[in-house]
């Protein structure tokens, strides 16, 4: 663990301003001083070798040199030797403990870190019995000793966690991490560390792509070379379908971009859209999302309208300040300016590494500011009625432990979960491994709808909006649009629900579809094919979404959604005439059936005049059960028989 002591350093009253030369020190030796003093100048020169070196000499020639022993730890911090730190802090505590009592909170840090939970306990309890110079140091000194005692009940219930390795055609002697998956868990996308002469310091960050074979096998990963330069593209967020990348880009070092590069801040996000198997272009979220400060780690959701990441910016003395934040779609298609989720999940110290998993309800971070095991932790939060996030519950050990966790993701799947790790036996530095996530940490249950979209004639494939609603209360659950070449697309959605399926695309009519996935295998995709009819005299759909009571013509609250959409077409394309078409089954008595969708036809036109089309544009037409589509010899058909429909008539 490096840097152990940042968080005494962000008070002003570390180690460096207790150690200046001043008239006053712990000892009177003014050989000892002089050569204290020497220490600090090399320390400056950051010639931290010849700093300890000195150090030695200083505590040889006066032992109970206070100042002495704490610069000596803080520069065994700075060479990431924490291990060390304890043997100086602890002498300069002994000789006197009252001297500089941060030096209590420091050892407790360096301890944790270690995770020596009982000793740290007790050095954090010693620290708590002083005043405290700021909050922000009363607050880390809860932290630790709230950890220690969640780490020692921890380790004694472990929770089930076997990584496993993904293999040579996905990891190298170089590090991966921050990967991120498609809902049908077929393409994952990650970050490489590669060499490259032309870069700064010869190394940069590049994204690759790999895509399932079978099973656990990868295909060999390849660059997205659309997207890579020589500059660093790290932290990417894959939407739910594939076809939307959002990834950090930073500053260089003389200030330049390249030529679709143009940032805000030092470090900004961008966002890429597949066309066919390439990517666009990237550009720049704007203003709405980036900043003066740095945006990294963005975690696209699921239903394509909101964004989650990380804003911060680092002290003089290096300090992490950061939290997550999120942005949503306005109604003009814009991004809101961004602001700090709600909730329990922001603390004063460091978060990072957000991934909101799409469920739409469960969000998964790794931060030092909350009960753990050291490090950074990997925690999850679930969002609560009022819109703000609960508190975080850690996911447990072996999961954490005292080293920093974090880029995790979730599959939609909630049980693959992957992660970036330096653990022995990989290929090399940060390699990236999966494990089944214990239940306890799993989000709510998805499944997800794929499909494709195509011309109903030519059957060519076609680029069209899909907007899903919730059927229960009207809301839009997720938007997306279907590749231009392909015609392909995924909704990714909670289980249990029925819903409402929109395609729109313009010169042609829209379609609608609705289902229910409240008794549905989520373990496998909902697919639906999608054609569209060119908008056209004679063309005509059925508005699967307009409903009725039983045996009423009165329309029910969930019909909004679809003739809303009819409103819009009808606005959209203002020379147009339609007929709505009422259909029954055969049920009941012959002149029953024609009068009531007579009446289902005329409530439909009167919702439309309503909303401001013109009645000269509109004319109803009851078929009662004269034009079924299909059998009325089963409950299935019937209901497929009872149907509204439109025709473009001029």
Request: hydrophobic share 35%; aromatic share 10%; with cysteine.
């Amino acid at each position: 663990m490096k840097h152990l002591f940042l968080t005494v350093l962000f008070s002003g009253i570390a180690f460096l301003s207790i150690a200046q030369p001043k008239p006053n020190y712990s000892v009177t030796s003014k050989k000892a001083i002089k050569q204290y003093e020497e220490a600090l100048a090399l320390y400056d020169l950051r010639d931290k070798s010849g700093a300890l070196s000195k150090l030695d000499e200083v505590v040889k020639t006066e032992p109970n040199f206070i100042e002495a022993y704490y610069m000596m730890a803080q520069v065994y911090d700075d060479l990431g030797q924490s291990e060390k730190t304890i043997e100086p802090l602890q002498k300069a505590l002994s000789i006197d403990e009252t001297f500089y009592t941060d030096g209590w909170l420091m050892l407790a840090e360096s301890q944790f870190a270690l995770a020596k939970y009982s000793d740290a306990e007790q050095s954090v309890s010693k620290y708590m019995r002083f005043p405290k110079a700021t909050m922000q140091l009363e607050k880390r000194a809860q932290v630790i000793l709230s950890s220690c005692i969640y780490a020692k009940n921890a380790m004694g219930s472990p929770v089930p966690f076997e990584p496993k390795n993904l293999g040579a055609t996905i990891n190298t002697e170089m590090d991966e991490y921050y990967p991120c998956i498609t809902a049908d868990e077929q393409t994952l996308l990650f970050t490489r560390l590669v060499k490259d002469d032309r870069a700064f310091r010869g190394m940069q960050e590049d994204f690759y792509i790999s895509s399932r074979m079978t099973g656990t096998s990868w295909s060999d990963a390849q660059p997205v070379v659309e997207i890579n330069t020589v500059q660093n593209e790290g932290a990417p967020s894959l939407s739910a379908d594939g076809q939307t990348l959002i990834f950090t880009a930073c500053e260089t070092a003389d200030g330049s971009w390249g030529a679709t590069r143009q940032g805000i801040g030092s470090c900004d996000l961008f966002f890429s859209i597949k066309e066919g198997k390439a990517w666009s272009d990237a550009k720049n979220l704007g203003q709405g999302i980036n900043s003066g400060s740095w945006e990294s780690q963005p975690s696209y959701s699921a239903d394509g309208r909101t964004l989650y990441f990380i804003r911060g910016k680092r002290s003089a003395q290096g300090i992490k300040d950061q939290d997550i934040y999120y942005s949503y779609i306005m109604d003009n298609g814009k991004w809101a300016p961004a602001q700090k989720i709600p909730g329990r999940v922001n603390t004063i110290f460091e978060e990072e590494s957000v991934m909101i998993h799409p469920d739409g309800r469960t969000l998964y971070f790794s931060s030092n500011g909350h009960p753990g095991m050291g490090g950074l932790d990997i925690f999850m939060s679930t969002i609560l009625p009022n819109g703000e996030w609960d508190t975080p519950v850690n996911l447990g050990y072996p999961i954490n432990t005292s080293a920093d966790e974090n880029s995790l993701q979730v599959a939609a799947s909630g049980k693959l979960a992957l992660f970036a790790s330096e653990r022995a036996g990989g290929f090399g530095g940060l390699d990236l491994y999966s494990f089944e996530l214990h239940e306890r940490a799993q989000p709510t249950l998805v499944t997800y709808v794929k499909g494709v979209v195509s011309d109903k004639l030519s059957f060519k494939k076609l680029g069209a909006k899909l907007e899903l609603i919730d059927l229960e209360n009207g809301k839009l659950i997720a938007e997306t649009y279907s590749g231009n070449a392909y015609g392909d697309f995924l909704l990714c959605i909670p289980s249990g629900r029925d819903y409402a399926l929109s395609v729109s695309k313009e010169g042609y009519l829209f379609h609608s579809e609705n289902f229910s996935l409240k008794n549905y295998n989520s373990t496998q995709p909902y697919e639906l094919n999608i054609q569209l009819q060119k908008l056209k005299v004679g063309a005509n759909i059925v508005l699967n979404n307009v409903f009725f009571g039983s045996n009423s013509f009165a329309l029910l609250p969930a019909s909004k959604v679809e003739l809303n959409k009819l409103v819009s077409l009808l606005q959209a394309n203002p020379t147009q005439k339609i007929e709505i078409g009422g259909h029954t089954d055969n049920v009941g008595a012959d002149a029953d059936n024609q009068k009531l969708s007579e009446n289902r036809a005329k409530s439909v036109v009167e919702y439309l005049v309503q909303q401001g089309i013109a009645s000269e544009r509109l004319s109803a037409k009851g078929y009662g059960e004269t034009v079924p589509i299909t059998t009325n010899d089963t409950e299935e058909g019937r209901a497929k028989n009872r149907r509204t429909e439109f025709k473009v008539v001029e």
